[in-house]
């Protein structure tokens, strides 16, 4: 039986590493629907390669392009939000959630509603909806299957036992590009060194947020919701040679653990043939010249990103999504050379001490926080550049 299937975010890095394990399995995969933001060359060559049902840009600017590439053939094309959303309700049995940012909501949450099963990669939005997004899960009997490295870890090892009988769970890190620089040489640094990964080869969003562990702390919320055991039970230790993907430790103090190359391709894997597996052509594990596995407890002086997170769990409401978009509109004022790498996390912070909004009670409320958290940011943002 082929398993039908939709990428949102598909010419980013999880959406083209999705579809070359679909490349090397084309028998048990039938492309439905693709989608990019405004990369319309990339998204058609794509769905002409993969012979999908659909193509969708979101930014509508990009439709005329896609129209006149896919020309001829018998592809539909579809363009804007609104596209995203019911190409996201459309006949799939397996769909991949990997727009970046919190642009992804709106289609992870219509495939969520429609009760599909979801590959999350998109941590924003989980992050940023986090009680509304799971009473949606409860609610239609959609499926999600964790897709970041360390969630689909805890997920495996969670197969077979009982999350109440978890003593603890473990969010390994690798620390980033800067986990043994100081403060002083940490504010310094540039975009370049910035997104430049020791392990993982990723977009540019979640590279930044990797180095200044904001990842970390999004995924410590992305846990929180999608493993239920309680904050007190998680825990986050840095793990240089990213190795061990994350832990779960049981009452008998068993501790389970996964371990693979740092290579996205393997927990995607894991999730596409899900609750099969399918061969990969990543590298297998070779312990013996890896020699050491080491771990050290993450600095949260040196990382605050931790511990605004840790805040936010803790205060729930609105602030979850307030961090993740003040995050947002950090990290692209840092790519663009606007602030220095430490005013990232340092804006988020100041976001959240000046927007303190009602809790969301439903979805339109989440967007109205998201827009109105980044309006803050960017004043904040404003605030910065004028003293810089
Ligand atoms: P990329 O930046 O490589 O790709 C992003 C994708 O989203 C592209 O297809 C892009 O289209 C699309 N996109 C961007 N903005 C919008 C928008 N406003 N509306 C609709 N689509 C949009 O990101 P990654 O693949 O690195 O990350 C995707 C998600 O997966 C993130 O949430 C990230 O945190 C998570 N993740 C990524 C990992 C990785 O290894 N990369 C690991 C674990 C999690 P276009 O090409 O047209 O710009």
Partial sequence: MTRRVSIFGATGSVGLSTLDLIRQHRSKYQVVALSANG?????????REFDAELAVVADESAYAELKEALAGT?????????ALIEAARRDADWTMASIV??????????????????????????VSAGELMMAAVRRS????????????AIFQCLAGGKIDQVRKITLTASGGPFRAFSL?????????????????????????????????????????????VGLDKLDILVHPQSV????????????????????????????????????????????????????ERPDQLR????????AAITEGGAKPAIMNAANEVAVAAFLDGQIKFLEIVALVE???????????????????????????????????????
């Avoid at 501790?255 to 597996?277: F, H, K, N, V």
């Fill in 244 to 295: 061990i993907h994350s832990m779960v430790e049981y009452v008998d103090c068993s501790t389970l653990a996964q371990l693979g190359s740092p290579d996205m391709r393997i927990p995607i894997a894991s999730a596409l043939a899900w609750p099969e597996r399918i061969a990969t052509t990543c590298k297998p594990l070779d312990l013996a010249t890896i020699g050491q596995l080491t771990f």
């Fill in 184 to 228: 002083e040489e940490m504010r310094a640094v540039t975009p370049a060194q910035a997104v430049a990964h020791p392990n993982w080869d990723m977009g540019a969003k979640i590279s930044i947020d990797s180095a200044t562990m904001m990842n970390k702390g999004l995924e410590l919320i992305e846990a929180y919701h999608l493993f239920p």
């Fill in 350 to 388: 100041a976001t959240l001490s000046a927007y303190v909004p009602d809790a969301p009670k439903g979805l339109d409320d989440l967007f109205s926080i998201d827009a109105g958290a980044r309006h803050y940011a960017r004043r904040e943002l404003e605030k910065l550049t004028s003293g810089n």
């Fill in 101 to 126: 940012g919190c642009a992804g909501l709106p289609s992870t949450m219509a495939a969520i509603e429609a009760g599909k099963t979801v590959a999350l990669a998109n941590k924003e939005a989980l």
């Fill in 74 to 82: 018998t592809i539909e094309v579809a363009a804007g939000p609104q």
């Fill in 141 to 152: 009997g959609a499926v999600l299957l964790p897709v970041d490295s360390e969630h689909n």
């Fill in 303 to 310: 990382f605050p990103a931790l511990r605004l997170a840790r």
């Fill in 39 to 47: 990369n319309a060359r990339a998204i058609a060559q794509l769905a």
